[in-house]
């Protein structure tokens, strides 16, 4: 890594924030420097800050969030409050935490040059950077490949490959690995962290997820409640503070708990020789065959576009087999309709805002125990219940909207915990979590299990599943390929490699897990 030097890039100045119609400020008298080449990684607890700060050096807070602000924000000289935002976007590469807010071509490849065209960049440059930048992600692959098909960490790959080939001066990116494979995540902040190097470029990051980014970053911010609570070299940061307390997972292994065997043998989930195809003809998933049991837990793990989501939307009949059956508590899917089923099954989706709808959070996680026929005082009790378990009571009056993408997700599972289904689907359950909301959310999925009831766990995350344990399908090219205790598959190198899990803790300490799995 070369030494960040140089006139800063990016300042903030005593900057504070608060959105329009909130009591709490976003950003509290928040003073940094950022100078060229330098690599930041901002972490800190959900709802604390971290997407605000990104905002503010587009300019899209205030322009596109109006609310009150003061102090001073200075980007390569530029005051983004000031600077209209298509100028600021010549300067500064933005990545959404939800990479469908900036899709807007219909194919991979002209979503990538979308910017480029925008700007007038002549025909042959635009074709030669988008080729260098997805064989840079190693995309090439999905060229022609329509967007809508992709899955989420595909297109969070796509976003990113439309913020790099504009040759930005600074990169803004809000959790970019959130959605990618241990793999895919590694190889993505190498590679900014090799453009920063290369370019003199800075960028700031957001993480929850330390492993892979903290070795790479010269520097580590905290915030909690909108304020920095810590600012340093990581390995100072990480060593002094308490990374909890602040919202931050640590990157080592926690202590394991496995979860138990489920007590019976009676069947939740039967998915038998499942093939399906998509429009355009692509083939999601391929003779994939598991049966999960009533009391189970289980992950699946698999590289990004191996049919894990694909195969989550069969789970509730939103998909049907194309060839195959999936059977429900003994009911064939291709016979029931998505309401019925959604008695027996909750899902939360990868992305919340797929099924957030309603004005205000208590009205939403009301919304399904009303529609299944509660009575509206028990359902306002049950959503009380539900809200208060994953930490959103405080938010009940708020629109989710307004909410950050944590928040939302916390939202989208309470709404599912209200009306108690017996079968549990989490895509990407700890996407935007802070260290006590990944506590949380691990407590919920083990009541599950315990009071008897199914729970399925589509994750990249091992840091979130390592502690329980869990029987784990590993999917590959639309199949099953694995089907063992995350211990077992933490022990196999050459399934690690094929399925992309790579565990997000130095080597000492992946090798410690190791050790442990063989001698619980």
């Not at 102090?71 to 935002?85: E, H, I, K, L, S």
């Not at 940061?237 to 640590?250: E, F, K, Q």
């Not at 996680?365 to 994953?390: I, K, S």
């Not at 399908?473 to 196999?492: C, N, P, W």
């Amino acid at each position: 890594m070369l030494e960040p030097s140089g006139e800063p890039l990016v300042s903030f100045d005593r900057f504070s924030f608060s959105y329009a119609g909130s009591r709490a400020p976003a950003l509290e008298d928040v003073s940094l420097s950022v100078s060229p080449g330098e690599f930041l990684l901002v972490a800190g607890s959900s709802g604390g800050g971290k997407s605000t700060l990104l905002r503010s050096m587009m300019g899209l807070v205030p322009q596109m969030y109006p609310g009150e602000l003061r102090g001073r924000v200075a980007v390569a000289g530029a005051d983004p409050a000031r600077t209209p935002v298509r100028e600021m976007s010549r300067i500064v590469g933005y990545v959404f935490q939800d990479p469908e807010n900036q899709i807007f071509a219909s194919t991979v490849e002209a979503d990538v040059a979308f910017g480029l065209e925008v700007r007038g960049i002549p025909r042959a440059e635009m074709l030669r950077r988008v080729d260098e930048v997805m064989g840079a992600l190693d995309i090439r692959h999905l060229w022609g490949r329509p967007v809508h098909e992709l899955s989420d960490g595909q297109k969070q790959l796509v976003a990113i490959a439309g913020a790099l080939v504009l040759e930005p001066g600074v990169l803004a990116l809000d959790e970019p690995t959130s959605m990618l494979d241990p793999y895919n995540a590694r190889e993505i902040l190498r590679r900014v962290r090799g453009i920063v190097d290369s370019s003199g470029i800075s960028a700031i990051i957001v993480e929850h997820r330390l492993g892979f980014s903290a070795p790479l970053a010269d520097g580590l911010l905290a915030l909690s409640g909108g304020r920095i609570v810590a600012h340093g070299p990581p390995e100072d940061i990480l060593g002094a503070l308490d990374p909890r307390a602040a919202g931050i997972s640590p990157p080592v292994p926690g202590p394991r708990d496995p979860v138990p065997d489920p007590p019976g043998d009676r069947a939740a989930i039967d998915v038998d020789s499942v093939g399906y195809s998509y429009p355009g003809g692509v083939d999601a998933l391929s003779g994939a065959s598991f049966e999960v049991r009533e009391g189970e837990l289980v992950a699946v793990l698999g590289p990004n576009g191996s049919g894990k989501t694909t195969l989550v939307k069969h789970l509730n009949g939103l998909l049907k087999p194309s060839s195959g059956s999936v059977r429900i508590l003994g009911i064939d899917t291709r016979r029931a309709d998505v309401a019925d089923l959604a008695r027996s099954v909750g899902v939360a989706f990868q992305n919340p805002d797929h099924q957030i709808f309603e004005e205000t959070v208590e009205r939403e996680v009301m919304f399904a125990p009303l529609m299944m026929g509660f009575p509206a005082e028990d359902a306002r009790r049950a959503a009380e219940a539900a809200m208060r378990r994953v930490g959103i009571l405080h938010l009940r009056d708020r629109n989710p909207l307004s909410l950050s993408g944590g928040e939302r997700k916390r939202v989208a599972i309470a709404s599912i915990l209200s009306y108690g289904p017996r079968i549990l689907v989490l895509d990407e359950p700890t996407v935007g979590q802070d260290a006590l909301n990944r506590e949380i959310l691990r407590g919920v999925i083990m009541d599950q299990v315990r009071s008897g009831g199914t729970a399925i766990v589509v994750t990249h995350d091992l840091d979130f599943i390592w502690p329980m344990d869990p029987r784990t399908l590993v999917m590959g090219g639309g199949r099953v390929i694995a089907d063992m205790r995350l211990s077992e598959i933490l022990r196999d190198g050459a399934l690690m490699e094929s399925a992309h899990i790579v565990p997000p803790w130095p080597d000492a300490c992946a090798e410690s897990a190791a050790g442990d799995a063989v001698h619980p």
